[in-house]
């Protein structure tokens, strides 16, 4: 049993930067692989980035160089730094967690940037 709350979303000028949160409450033993997910308007919901337990990241290839996925395990808590936005990187981003049994969603943060 996980629950994922999200934070940190808002209206950002291009160019700017956001750090999103994602806190982890529930049966946590030791946190699962991670994600971030997002979705924009009339398109499927896509791959941002994702962090393995041991803490290997990978990207999509639009934000690679642009955001970073890091955690702290103490405070089972997730973030995706997110520099140099882009109007395309406007979505609902959605935390997710990949545990042993089932797959977590967080309702989603919505990112706004602004031309």
């Known amino acids: 049993q996980m629950h994922l709350v999200e934070s940190g979303g808002g209206l950002v000028q291009s160019g700017g930067s956001l750090r999103l949160s994602c806190a982890a409450s529930g049966s946590i033993f030791s946190m699962p692989p991670m994600g971030w997910y997002r979705q924009a308007p009339g398109k499927q919901r896509e791959l941002v980035a994702t962090?393995?337990?041991?803490?290997?990241?990978n990207y999509a290839d639009s934000v690679k160089g642009r955001f970073t996925i890091s955690k702290d395990n103490a405070k089972n808590t997730v973030y995706l730094q997110m520099n140099s936005l882009k109007p395309e990187d406007t979505a609902v981003y959605y935390c997710?967690?990949?545990?042993?049994?089932?797959?977590?969603w967080g309702k989603g943060t919505l990112i706004t940037v602004s031309s």
């Open positions: 997710n967690a990949d545990a042993y049994a089932r797959v977590y």
């Open positions: 962090i393995s337990s041991g803490g290997s990241t």
